[in-house]
């Protein structure tokens, strides 16, 4: 298992989960939820506030916990209504 030891990168993968749980919450997938992710590694990596193997780990940790279905609950807490098409 990946263990963060960086304070910093605790602190990003909490925001990641967050902003995640969060537009889980209102109905996106997981395509959406992979987007989003990257493109908030990606702006870790270019601005270079991490060390390259707290980023590494950070990166691993994301990816594995975005393809765990078992990281999200649906809205209301019901697993059953996650990822539905709720928007109109």
Same mark, same amino acid.
């Given at each position: 298992?990946?263990?963060? #030891? $960086? @304070? ?5 993968? #909490? &925001?990641?989960?967050?902003?995640? #749980?969060?537009?889980? &919450?209102? !109905?996106?997938? @997981? &395509?959406?939820?992979?987007? !989003?992710? $990257?493109? !908030?590694?990606?702006? *870790?990596?270019? +601005?270079?506030?991490? $060390? /390259? *193997? %707290? #980023? ?12 765990? @279905? %078992? &990281?999200?609950?649906? /809205?209301?807490? $019901?697993? %059953? +209504?996650? !990822? ?5």
């Amino acid at each position: 298992m990946t263990t963060l #030891q $960086d @304070p910093a990168a605790i602190r990003h993968f #909490q &925001s990641v989960c967050d902003a995640c #749980q969060d537009l889980a &919450s209102r !109905y996106h997938g @997981p &395509s959406e939820l992979r987007l !989003y992710a $990257d493109g !908030y590694l990606h702006a *870790l990596r270019r +601005t270079e506030v991490l $060390d /390259p *193997l %707290s #980023q590494r780990r950070l990166e691993e940790l994301v990816d594995r916990w975005i393809l765990d @279905p %078992s &990281s999200f609950i649906g /809205p209301g807490g $019901d697993f %059953s +209504t996650l !990822y539905e098409t709720g928007r109109n």
